[in-house]
């Protein structure tokens, strides 16, 4: 299981930037993950409206939102958006990681890749190149 360096995007809630209030500003940070499928286990434990989705379960150190917070973290996998839905903790005493699940969506409302991308640097078109940060 080799890690990817992948983008992941949330969303902060409003503030106000001189004066003016601006609501969903996006936010990004990027996180080393390995990207395995899901087993048919798994996938049956999907609610069923997303088990005909793409899916993947991820490995990684970091820590992150899923639909159970108020705002889920979504992570960019070859340049298409993943919502984070299932976190489990494994804390064994030896490599203590998160797994995930992650499945594909299609936003209504497109994040403003290029407001974030001035923000943070980061190209959200796909993942990102560790070589170039």
């Known amino acids: 299981m080799i890690p990817r360096k992948l983008l992941?995007?949330?969303?902060l809630h409003g503030e106000y930037?001189?004066?003016?209030?601006h609501e969903n500003?996006?936010?990004?940070?990027?996180?080393?993950?390995?990207i395995?499928?899901?087993?048919?286990?798994?996938?049956?434990?999907?609610?069923?409206?997303?088990?005909n989705k793409e899916t993947y379960k991820l490995?990684?150190?970091?820590l992150l939102n899923t639909v159970e917070e108020q705002n889920p973290d979504v992570v960019i996998i070859n340049g298409e958006t993943f919502e984070?839905?299932?976190?489990?903790?494994?804390?064994?005493?030896?490599?203590d990681h998160y797994t995930y699940i992650v499945?594909?969506?299609?936003r209504e409302e497109p994040y403003n890749y290029v407001e974030?991308?001035?923000?943070?640097?980061?190209?959200?078109t796909g993942d990102i190149d560790v070589t170039t940060e």
Request: with cysteine; hydrophobic share 35%; charged share 15%.
């Open 59 to 62: 490995f990684s150190f970091s």
């Open 25 to 34: 500003i996006l936010s990004t940070f990027s996180v080393f993950a390995s």
């Open 17 to 21: 930037t001189n004066g003016y209030y």
């Open 84 to 95: 984070v839905i299932k976190r489990g903790t494994w804390k064994n005493g030896i490599i």
């Open 8 to 11: 992941v995007c949330y969303t």
């Open 116 to 124: 974030a991308t001035i923000n943070t640097g980061h190209n959200l």
């Open 36 to 51: 395995q499928p899901l087993s048919d286990r798994e996938m049956q434990s999907l609610p069923e409206g997303r088990r």
């Open 103 to 106: 499945v594909k969506i299609i």
